[in-house]
């Protein structure tokens, strides 16, 4: 969503600012702004559109030398993208960035125009600015007057603010939207997420809730609401520059489908004793019902969880959109679990969801990729994916280390509840850590054949995704993936339901994707493929080896992806259905090729943002 960036220190503070929105921009954005202070009070600029136009307007009238100031890119909530609602949103005493959402800011209009201010724009920011500028015209204190505003505020806020009267600090506050302080060579910043503070340190600081901090050239300072100063501890990020760089691929999504096999390896590594997974720190008795909870991509890996928890260990598990969760009314007992899915950690939805869930008083358990992040850091219990930062808003290796942890608990809970011998549950637990990644590299070593298959859907307008059991959860995520990068509408849909209506849809126009890589239902499925191919649909098959063989006659279609299949000689069966790892690299492969040949910007789709920190 938005992002923050603010620099106090020895170097001239613009180009810091520009660098750090610039590492921010893969958070979805439809404005940018900075302001700095100066000799001369506070200069803002603004722009609407990307970062190059902001640069533009700067280069047209340059400001003057400072160093000191804050930056922020925006993703449009509370009014369209224009110059006049970018942030940041400046008074005579001050400026100030925002990422989040204040729920009450008409109430504060309503309030601060008794006072005579007037407003301008169409955001709920503005309000903000303007009720800490009228309490610093009471208090003249900038720490007072931020912690004033704040304890009228409702919502999620992360700000940064800077003061005419104050020259070289910046003051910051934040509550349920993340934003770190951290100290470099020359100076000391403050930002939204990591990247932008990568290329000058390491070490950072996590501002707490309702915490004011101050910074400048010099140092870092940190005040609860009663003004006593706070030591917090500094963190380390774990990850280096390169890592948040495309290092030569020419996406960061490309890059970050081919580091699935590392992060597998890595996720699945790290939870194993003595070759079985480990869970004894997370789970300590089987749940009754598993309630996974999560939203997009996250909530598709759910979907798989739930397929193969209920296969391999017959626990009940149910699905919930996590935006859908707390207004249902879910019926929730102690002795169940709620697990949050969340590779930012940071959903605003999966955050409300886990509260509900605590709320109600169910154990928590979050399956989460940053460290520290909101989710992780509330949850009862938390188990880390290591895939390591993700980038681009499509996601993409988070998902497939998702299903791993999903599929790693759900061979502990076989083998707990006495579904599965320990012999299966080994040979199962090696396919995961060792034949899943290679079978993962193959697929990526065919990108270049799934560009050319996926170039063929270049000016497709819609397309449907067919599939059954394990393969119907694939078609999800396949076609998520295509449509928020490539534009291109499509549905998934359960192959045997498409004939219930939907059907009256496929023409020779509207292509088809047909996922059939479980063998036990590929027979099925292909019924729904006869269905499709004699209404003219040309189709696309996503299969294997495997299932050809075991149809026994050649698949009705146009195209196909033969992805290998997943075997293991302890328990066969089971083991077929992680194919599922395979396949969906095939389906991002198709998904970001479809994109990359439309010529879109396929890291910063249009409307999208990485973590959507925002109800
Ligand atoms: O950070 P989270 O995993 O909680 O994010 C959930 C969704 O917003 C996210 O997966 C979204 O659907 C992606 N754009 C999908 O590629």
Known sequence: ?????GYTGEDQALPVLLKGL?????????????ALC???????????????????????????????GIGHTRWATHGAPSD????????????????????????????????????????????????????????????KSVFSATGFLRGSFAFGVIFRDVPGKIYAVRRDSPLIVARCNHGSLIASDIPAILPYTKKYFRLPEDTVAVIDEKSTEFFGRDGKKLSLPEETVDWSVSEAQKSGYPHFMLKEICEEPEALRKTVGARL????????????????????????????????????????????????????????????????????????GETADTLAALRHAKAAGVPTLAIVNVIGSSVAREADRVLYTLAGPEIAVASTKAYSVQCACLALMAIDLALKNGRMTEKEARGLTETLLTSVPEAVGKVIGMSEKIKVLANEFTDTEHLFY??????????????????????????????????????????????????????????????GVREVKSRGAHLLVLTTDGVKE??????????????????CEDC???????????????????????AADRGLDVDKPRNLAKSVTVE
Do not use: W
């Open 550 to 567: 075991s149809l026994g006659a050649p698949i009705p279609c146009d195209k196909t992806i033969t992805v290998p299949e997943i075997g």
């Open 22 to 34: 610039r590492a921010l921009e893969y958070r979805g954005y439809d404005s940018a702004g900075i």
């Open 38 to 68: 100066g000799g001369n009070g506070i200069t803002t600029v603004k722009a609407k559109g990307r970062i190059d136009l902001l640069e533009e307007k700067l280069k047209i009238s340059p400001p003057e030398p400072s160093f000191c």
């Open 273 to 344: 004793v003595d070759s079985l997974p480990d869970f004894k720190d997370i789970i300590d008795r089987i749940p009754e019902r598993i309630h996974i909870v999560a939203c997009g991509t996250a909530m598709h890996a759910g979907l798989i969880g739930k397929t193969l928890i209920e296969m391999f260990a017959r626990v009940p598990t149910e699905v919930c959109i996590a935006s859908e969760f707390r207004y249902r009314d879910p019926i929730l007992h102690g002795n169940e679990l709620v697990l949050l899915l969340s590779q930012s």
């Open 572 to 594: 066969p069966y089971l083991a077929r259905l992680l194919t599922l790892f395979p396949a969906v690299t095939a389906l991002q492969l198709f998904a970001y090729h479809a």
């Open 466 to 527: 067919i599939g059954r059991g394990i393969d119907c959860d694939l078609c999800a995520e396949g076609s998520l993936k295509l449509k928020e990068i490539s534009y291109i509408h499509s549905e998934a849909y359960a192959a045997g339901e498409l004939k219930h209506g939907t059907i009256s849809l496929v023409t020779d126009r509207v292509p088809v994707v047909a996922v059939m890589t479980d063998r036990s239902l590929a027979g099925k499925t292909l019924s």
């Open 1 to 5: 969503m938005c992002g923050i960036i």
């Open 84 to 143: 006049l609602n970018a942030h940041p949103h400046s008074t005579e005493n001050l400026s100030l960035v925002h990422n989040g959402i204040i729920e009450n800011y008409a109430e504060v209009e309503a309030m601060l125009k008794g006072f005579g201010y007037t407003f301008v724009s169409e955001t709920d920011t503005e309000a903000a600015a303007k009720l800490v500028d009228h309490f610093y015209k009471i208090t003249c204190d900038p720490v």
